[in-house]
């Protein structure tokens, strides 16, 4: 297979790839370092080519690249039509001057990473004998070795042209993960939901790290009192569903105490921390009416959140 993109995603899928068997023929990036030091990860017959080696590869880096039948790119989303288009023409260049049969011969593959775009960004790839999909990893990678073990067991939707999707599966499989289906339509709000899971519950952290801080806290003490709160939600939510997994203020139904959490917001001047109390403390409203109708105190919190919002600002 060849990999393009060779960021944290892109080398951790060499990786865990690699480790079950998978020959990694090329990986290429924007700048030849960054491909090199990716080749190096996934051994020496690995080809690092390029941004540029890509679109004009030699000879040699042609006949390498043409013995892929599966090409994975994991390139940023701004990215990935671009690279599409210019591998295509690469490809259909050398078919159309006879130099290319073994492509026209054999159905191959082509799956891009993100969980935002749908398969049809691929399109070109087509014409080059690709079928097109996608594979997304519902997996938080902020390195590439850990993340390569986070990717065994992991979650991936799939979509695209049905041969892509059971290559899709079967890499899903051979990882020992689980796979699904993702209407094509629907990939922006999909990833929506994931960015709404994962980097923003990151910045929802971030949020309390800095009212701890206020509160005399390093960062460092703020983290560390708070990781196990969330590791506890979080077990949580993996034997119940949120409703019932939520727990604190909203739950009981504590108005006094949600005055004063408001009124700390304000003194402290944390126009983010106040919007986000505020937001969340709506949500979770909502989520216990639907146990709770009519439970104490919970319509006069509404209230209040409900005057707030119309003053609050997001900066």
């Known amino acids: 297979m060849a990999i393009v993109g060779a960021g944290r995603l892109g080398t951790a899928l060499g990786l865990a790839l690699k480790s079950i068997g998978c020959q990694i023929e090329v990986v290429a990036a924007q700048r030849a370092s960054s491909a090199r030091r990716a080749a190096k990860m996934f051994g020496a017959e690995t080809l690092a080519l390029s941004a540029h080696q890509l679109s004009q590869p030699a000879p040699g880096q042609l006949?390498?690249?043409?013995?892929?039948?599966?090409v994975l790119i994991a390139t940023p989303d701004d990215t990935i039509a671009t690279v599409a288009k210019r591998l295509s023409e690469t490809?259909?260049?050398?078919?159309?001057?006879?130099?290319?049969?073994?492509?026209?011969?054999?159905?191959?593959?082509?799956?891009?990473?993100?969980?935002a775009l749908a398969s049809d960004v691929l399109k070109p790839m087509r014409r080059s004998g690709f079928a097109i999909g996608s594979l997304h990893p519902l997996v938080s990678i902020s390195e590439s070795r850990s993340?390569?073990?986070?990717?065994?067991?992991?979650?991936?939707?799939?979509?695209?042209?049905?041969?892509?999707?059971?290559?899709?599966?079967?890499?899903?499989?051979?990882?020992?993960g689980e796979s699904f289906r993702i209407d094509s339509r629907r990939k922006a709000l999909y990833h929506a939901a994931a960015v709404t899971a994962s980097p923003h519950i990151t910045a929802l952290f971030d949020i309390a790290l800095e009212m701890l801080i206020v509160c005399g806290l390093t960062p460092r003490q703020a983290q560390r009192v708070l990781l196990p709160l969330v590791r506890s939600t979080v077990s949580n939510l993996a034997t119940q569903e949120p409703a019932r997994a939520l727990t604190g203020t909203f739950t009981r139904g504590d108005v006094s105490t949600v005055q004063m959490h408001l009124a700390a917001l304000k003194a402290a001047r944390?126009?983010?921390?106040?919007?986000?109390?505020?937001?969340?403390?709506?949500?979770s409203l909502s989520?216990?009416?639907?146990?709770?109708?009519?439970?104490?105190?919970l319509d006069e919190i509404a209230r209040i959140l409900a005057r707030v919002a119309k003053n609050v600002r997001l900066r």
């Open 63 to 70: 006949e390498r690249l043409e013995s892929c039948s599966l």
């Open 287 to 297: 989520m216990m009416k639907k146990h709770q109708e009519g439970a104490a105190g």
């Open 270 to 283: 944390l126009p983010q921390a106040l919007s986000a109390y505020v937001l969340l403390g709506q949500r």
């Open 91 to 115: 490809l259909e260049s050398k078919r159309t001057s006879g130099s290319n049969k073994r492509a026209s011969a054999v159905r191959r593959v082509v799956l891009h990473t993100s969980g």
């Open 147 to 176: 993340g390569a073990e986070l990717l065994r067991h992991g979650f991936f939707s799939v979509e695209g042209d049905a041969a892509a999707v059971r290559i899709g599966r079967s890499i899903v499989s051979d990882l020992r």
